[in-house]
């Protein structure tokens, strides 16, 4: 049924569409509220409820309070009716989620990528344990809604294509359709979207409070991505495909240090991991005084673990180089928030979730350089309610949502 809800409907699916989306947006919901929030007569609510209720697309999930009388029955979407896998393909991992119509995670693997993940190799690892799953969980492919991607742009959306990221461990990532090949393999839908979006799109439906419906979202690793949900809605932009390296090449300092994309001083240049790294083997080759200096053998082969180990041990050099690395994404942020005036900026990635530092700065630094500009604005800063799973299960809500 809710694959048909995409079909042109009669008047009486429309409804049963209308009111089946409501109640997943604020199930567990009573019919009153559904009266008030739709405007149906009781009469016509009762029987699609009941219809509903008949088609196993909605259950009675308990009593609600009483506002006076009797406790109120109230109804929720049966999360079993059919399941979602979510996938975020990300230059560090590929994971990939089970998931029931609710969101919540019936099963999850993760693949790190490194030198030998080509495309063939990473696909073979989502098609082996997209079958595992099922087999597992005893479903067959006509239980499935759909496969969501979240992946590194640029993206072809329309055609379901990984264009050509930089920065990923292996070669080979050229217009892969990875769209097609899900979607061949498994004869069901498959909606490809940049993993930032995805991720603030899980946030917003899972993560948090509702009444929250303006956020940036910005994940900070070997790039930096940036999501942006205005109104409740995503924002897309008509160069979205086109864009070579996304977001991170917002400008922070016009006389600036040399990034790959041509210009000077993008935020890239400082704030992303492979920009830290040199910093710090930089600093080590020309001797200064760090506690990694006695821990590794050859300075330059320093690890990101190694910086992460370093700053929690206080050492100074490290310290510096990150505080001065999160500086430049906090002022970055700051450009973004000072247009848009978000309610929230969720930051998540290895750097914000793995070096508390980076995180405390880089909030520091936007919020002094908002509340300048603003006084009384209150922006609020978090590192988000899903953590790494955000991007996998936006990609798998993304099927839901085009359903409705
Ligand atoms: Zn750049």
Redesign the pocket.
């Known amino acids: 049924m809710i694959k048909q809800f995409i079909e042109t409907l009669s008047q009486k699916n429309k409804s049963l569409k209308h009111l089946y989306s409501l109640i997943r947006e604020h199930g567990p919901v009573s019919k009153s509220e559904l009266i008030e929030r739709t405007g149906l007569k009781q009469t016509t609510c009762t029987r699609l409820i009941d219809e509903l209720i008949e088609k196993q697309l909605i259950v009675e999930s308990g009593l609600g309070e009483s506002s006076g009388g009797r406790k109120p029955l109230i109804y929720q979407i049966n999360p079993d009716y059919y399941y979602l896998f979510g996938v975020d393909i990300s230059r560090t991992h590929t994971k990939v989620l089970l998931m029931d119509l609710n969101l919540d995670i019936k099963e999850e693997a993760l693949f790190s990528m490194n030198e030998e993940s080509t495309p063939e190799v990473t696909i073979n690892f989502i098609e082996n344990e997209i079958i595992n799953m099922l087999h597992t969980h005893q479903l067959n492919t006509s239980r499935i809604l759909g496969i969501g991607i979240g992946a590194i742009g640029p993206l072809d959306r329309e055609n379901g294509k990984i264009l050509n990221p930089i920065d990923f461990p292996t070669k080979g990532w050229n217009n892969v359709p990875i769209g097609k090949i899900l979607s061949e393999k498994f004869d069901t839908k498959v909606l490809l979207d940049s993993g930032v979006n995805t991720a603030v799109v899980a946030e917003y439906k899972k993560g948090l409070d509702k009444e929250v419906h303006n956020i940036i979202y910005c994940l900070s690793g070997i790039g930096i991505r940036v999501g942006i949900l205005n109104d409740g809605h995503l924002v897309h932009g008509p160069a979205d495909n086109l864009g070579l390296?996304g977001q991170?090449?917002m400008v922070v300092n016009i006389h600036g240090r040399k990034?790959?994309?041509g210009?000077y001083g993008?935020m890239?240049?400082y704030s992303t991991i492979p920009a830290i790294k040199e910093e710090v083997i930089h600093s080590l080759k020309r001797g200064h005084d760090s506690v990694l200096q006695e821990k590794l053998n050859d300075v330059g082969q320093v690890t990101f673990s190694d910086i992460c180990w370093a700053v929690q041990e206080n050492d100074a050099l490290c310290s510096h180089i990150v505080k001065d690395a999160a500086y430049y994404t906090g002022v970055g942020l700051s450009n973004i928030i000072n247009i848009l005036q978000p309610q929230l900026v969720i930051l998540n990635g290895p750097i914000h979730t793995q070096m508390d530092l980076f995180y405390e700065v880089t909030k520091d630094i936007a919020l002094k350089r908002t509340t300048t500009i603003y006084p009384g604005y209150d922006v609020q800063f978090s590192r988000g309610e899903l953590g790494e799973n955000a991007a996998a299960i936006g990609a798998g809500s993304m099927v839901f949502d085009y359903y409705l």
């Open positions: 390296f991170g090449h990034c790959v994309c210009s993008c890239h240049a």
